[in-house]
């Protein structure tokens, strides 16, 4: 059955840095574009990134330039750097599969902004 597993997530101080795991199994990873969404309470989950089949990625303006996602397709892993975090970017991080047949998330890792 398809899984995905995030892991990296914690506490740290505003301009600190973290980086996300998702380690996926069940499908053939390297033919499906990978995403990671965030929900902070009281807010709608959004989307933060994207990593194409071909290695290309997307973000949104709230996140440029200061996360990056990347893939290893020989360990199906897909990771999120996230640089100079702000308290803003408090949240559960969630990785995300669109399969042909449906949609598939992680249990979500927590990331928490505060000093």
């Known amino acids: 059955q398809v899984q995905l597993v995030e892991s990296g997530g914690g506490l740290v101080q505003p301009g600190g840095s973290l980086r996300l795991s998702c380690a996926a199994s069940?499908?053939?990873?390297?033919?499906?574009?990978m995403n990671w969404y965030r929900q902070a309470p009281g807010k709608e989950r959004e989307l933060v990134a994207t990593?194409?089949?071909?290695?290309?990625?997307n973000y949104p303006d709230s996140v440029k330039g200061r996360f990056t996602i990347s893939r290893d397709n020989s360990k199906n892993t897909v990771y999120l750097q996230m640089n100079t975090l702000k308290p803003e970017d408090t949240a559960v991080y969630y990785c995300?599969?669109?399969?042909?047949?449906?949609?598939?998330w992680g249990q979500g890792t927590q990331v928490t902004v505060s000093s």
């Open positions: 995300h599969v669109k399969l042909i047949w449906r949609a598939y």
């Open positions: 069940g499908f053939t990873f390297s033919s499906y574009a």
């Open positions: 990593t194409t089949v071909a290695g290309g990625t």
